[in-house]
Nanobody
């Protein structure tokens, strides 16, 4: 069992930055592919970024490429999402996700059913 707790959300002006964190409890954090998804009001939950167990491989949705960076620190059981140049359309609840190996970052992005554990989310609001 893995519990995921997100933090770092808030209200920011367009063009600003936020850094989300997801702290994982439980064993074998390094055995999980990790990711961030987001869900805007009235819309489905979509993947934002995923990262391999080693941190070497990352995968991003097109709309955040060049603006967002996912990273992880296995020693701290934490995954991060650095969000720069934020836009109003980035406004959403952001959810941390964990998928046990052999789920790859691309697997998790394309098939959200491969996610084994979800956090409860943190809200990001970008004002224009």
């Amino acid at each position: 069992q893995v519990q995921l707790v997100e933090s770092g959300g808030g209200l920011v002006q367009a063009g600003g930055s936020l850094r989300l964190s997801c702290a994982a409890s439980g064993r074998a954090f390094s055995m999980y592919t990790m990711g961030w998804f987001r869900q805007a009001p009235g819309k489905v939950r979509d993947f934002v970024a995923t990262i391999s167990w080693s941190g070497v491989t990352t995968y991003y949705t097109d709309s955040v490429k060049g603006r967002f960076t996912i990273s992880r620190d296995n020693a701290k059981n934490t995954v991060y999402l650095q969000m720069n140049s934020l836009k109003p359309e980035d406004t959403a609840g952001y959810y941390c996700a964990a998928g046990a190996l052999p789920t790859t970052p691309q697997d998790m992005a394309l098939f959200p059913g491969r996610v084994d554990f979800w956090g409860k989310g943190t809200l990001v609001t970008v004002s224009s």
